[in-house]
């Protein structure tokens, strides 16, 4: 084994442990700390298999945004903290995820190996620049980018307010 099969595969248990402790955990704040845990394993798994751009862009987007949002919302909402207990239909929830993940491994075994010529078509190509141009093309990708901006803005000024008339009830205005 190589040593990069050796980082590979202990990245990927890493991640597989974040993930599972990301739904098991009572606690909402240990939960986010997992789940961005969970996040970085994939940015570096990104980072091994030679894919830098989606690791950098898996830390910047996932790890600095929508975790960090997460664990502000969290901590604005005071009330939500305590520790919860599982609920009546955690067993139909594990029922439900393993036929989910039967299903995605029976259609995946379908899928044929890909041609290392339509492989090769793509070196040449700078397909970043490409992405980045889609990203600002009114026709490409534009439209869900700033949906995507305005939803995360949202969630922001949202979880604001639910602490903000928290803080008022508390001070009983």
């Not at 305590?82 to 989910?100: E, I």
């Not at 492989?119 to 869900?144: C, H, K, Q």
Request: charged share 10%.
């Amino acid at each position: 084994m190589t040593p990069i099969q050796i980082v590979f595969l202990s990245v990927a248990a890493v991640t597989l442990f974040a993930g599972v402790m990301v739904v098991t955990r009572r606690n909402l704040i240990h939960s986010a700390f997992f789940l961005i845990l969970a996040l970085f394993g994939v940015a570096v798994l990104f980072g091994v298999m030679e894919a830098g751009f989606l690791a950098v862009v898996q830390v910047l987007v996932y790890i600095g945004a929508i975790a960090i949002l997460m664990i502000f919302a969290i901590m604005l909402t005071r009330n939500v903290i305590a520790d919860k207990g599982f609920n009546n239909v955690a067993g139909w929830a594990v029922l439900v995820s393993l036929a989910v993940m039967a299903g995605l491994v029976a259609v995946l075994t379908q899928i044929p190996n890909v041609n290392t010529t339509e492989l090769e078509s793509l070196a040449g190509r700078n397909t970043v620049a490409e992405m980045g141009e889609l990203l600002v093309a009114v026709d490409g990708y534009m439209i869900p980018f700033l949906v995507v901006s305005l939803l995360l803005t949202g969630a922001l000024v949202g979880s604001i307010i639910v602490a903000y008339q928290g803080q008022q009830k508390k001070m009983g205005g």
